[in-house]
């Protein structure tokens, strides 16, 4: 950063305290002109606090905050898009209903005579449209395009307001690798345009692909940072995260696996009845879906789980058949599934965790239709230390732990009702690295007690390091099933491109 420039924001000893919790603690951090910083640490560790402030949405306890060298205080969100500061969700803020440009303007329509001015919310959302890539005409309604897109629309919206800094909270979570590429080129783009980024990942590989400079956080405060791009390694951010080493996904050993558990035969899902898929997991066995994004493995799992019946064909668990019409089937065979979405379809935010843990296996824990909440206490009690859960008490409402605690009371609550399989449909989404380790060894440990576990995961690091088999799926068909002398990140993507792997073990 040229010392000559004052930074286009500056950061100076931001704190901010919520009941009970530090979230931040003396924060500090600058951000220059035409700059891509990437703000990383473990979840807790102060990042979406520290964005919410600087985007307005919060006001901090102390500190201060300079644009261009000049203090400001902001009131609220308009007072820091005034400022050219805008902020990008996780959750996209975007209208379903709406057209492109209505998107782009809504709230800021422009008029004329007192009416909506089309023709020009037209003409220069067709400007904001092309300068991130997108030729698509403004009238185009929002819910036509995939979410990749629809990013893309977001990042528009926050540029029509001329926005000078982009803060981005986890901007691929939901993207395909396609999808993600064309995002990294849009920010090329806007980085030589001068317009900054402030980028937050829990994904180190594109802190490294993208980030000029690391700003590292943990417990609250400021762990350290990385200055130039020759300094971002992998190793070394993890570090700074977590302040310890991390034996990160060595593969594990093999070891034989048990008796037949889960064994699907000529199922036809409805989402692609044309194609029989046959396949079986063991007792022991970890087993993925790996695949390209509509390669039909989420709807796979829904129909094991019964959300979605099986249009034809078998399942049977340790050895009885069973047909799940519903979910609740599908928990009496001994199946139980930990969703994609943990906060819409896993939790329930607003209850506590004693509460989560125990809604799957209420029925047991109820006399006459009254809760037993001696039992129910009993079950958080034994399952907290157990997950290792960080968590004040059994009570805490669960929408205020992390993203790796939210997801352990969701893994709490299938494990109370002692499954015989373990349905993991991106298990570790949106969860920072060290929280992907306490997964990975719970995983591991439920594997060795004889669990029977078939996930689904987008990250290739984790198929290859995780599994004991991968299944690999194309086009809602089984493209092939790769053994661990076989698995290669070559393999797998040519499996799931439609293509055949290099080499098969005999």
């Not at 704190?15 to 640490?41: H, M, N, Q, W, Y």
């Not at 029509?160 to 979570?173: F, K, N, W, Y």
């Not at 088999?469 to 393999?491: F, I, K, P, Q, Y």
Request: glycine fraction near 8%; proline fraction near 5%.
């Amino acid at each position: 950063m040229n010392a000559a420039v004052p930074p286009l924001l500056e950061a100076r000893r931001i704190s901010k305290r919520f009941p009970g919790v530090r979230a931040l603690d003396d924060v500090s951090l600058t951000v220059a002109p035409g700059e891509v910083l990437a703000l990383i640490g473990e979840n807790g560790a102060g990042k979406s606090t520290l964005l919410k402030i600087l985007a307005g949405v919060q006001p901090p306890d102390a500190g201060d905050i300079l644009i261009d060298g000049q203090p400001v205080r902001f009131r609220g969100v308009e007072d820091a898009l005034a400022k050219g500061i805008a902020l990008i969700h996780q959750e996209l803020n975007l209208a379903d209903n709406l057209d492109l440009a209505g998107n782009i303007f809504l709230g800021r329509e422009p008029q004329w005579a007192g009416l909506l001015d089309l023709a020009r919310m037209h003409r220069e959302a067709a400007t904001w449209l092309a300068q991130v890539g997108l030729a698509l005409d403004p009238s185009t309604p929002l819910a036509n395009l995939p979410i990749g897109r629809q990013q893309l629309v977001e990042i528009a919206k926050a540029l029509s307001t001329s926005a000078r800094l982009l803060i981005m909270d986890e901007p691929t979570s939901s993207l395909s690798a396609h999808e993600a590429e064309t995002l990294f080129g849009v920010v090329r783009d806007l980085r030589r345009q001068g317009v900054s980024v402030i980028w937050i990942s829990h994904r180190l590989g594109e802190v490294k692909e993208l980030a000029d400079r690391v700003v590292v956080l943990r417990d609250g405060k400021n762990a350290g940072d990385i200055a130039d791009r020759s300094g971002i390694e992998h190793e070394r951010m993890i570090r700074m995260m977590v302040g310890r080493d991390i034996d990160r996904l060595a593969r594990r050993p093999s070891h034989p696996p048990g008796d037949l558990v889960l064994a699907i035969d000529r199922m036809r899902t409805s989402a692609h009845p044309s194609h029989a898929i046959s396949f079986d997991v063991r007792a022991g066995e970890i087993v993925a879906l790996a695949g390209l994004v509509g390669a039909g493995r989420t709807e796979l799992l829904s129909t094991l789980f019964g959300v979605t019946p099986a249009v034809a064909g078998n399942i049977s668990v340790s050895g009885r058949t069973v047909t799940p019409r519903s979910p609740i089937d599908a928990i009496r065979a001994g199946i139980a599934l930990v969703p994609e979405d943990r906060k819409t379809q896993g939790l329930i935010l607003d209850m506590g965790v004693r509460e989560n843990m125990s809604l799957v296996s209420l029925w047991p824990e109820s006399r006459f239709g009254f809760i037993d909440f001696h039992a129910e206490q009993r079950l958080a009690q034994d399952m907290i230390p157990a997950l290792s859960i960080k968590t004040p008490n059994e009570r805490q409402v669960v929408q205020f732990l992390s993203g790796g605690n939210q997801q352990k009371v969701v893994l709490a609550k299938w494990l109370a009702m002692k499954p015989r399989v373990l349905l993991l449909d991106e298990p570790t989404r949106g969860i920072d690295v060290g929280a992907k380790a306490e997964i990975y060894d719970l995983v591991y440990r439920l594997a060795g007690e004889g669990l029977a576990v078939l996930f689904v995961s987008s990250e290739m690091e984790e198929i290859l390091s995780l599994s004991d088999r991968v299944l690999v799926m194309h086009e809602g068909r089984l493209a092939g099933c790769l053994s661990r002398r076989d698995l290669t990140e070559e393999n797998v993507m040519r499996l799931a491109a439609g293509g055949t792997p290099e080499r098969m073990s005999a």
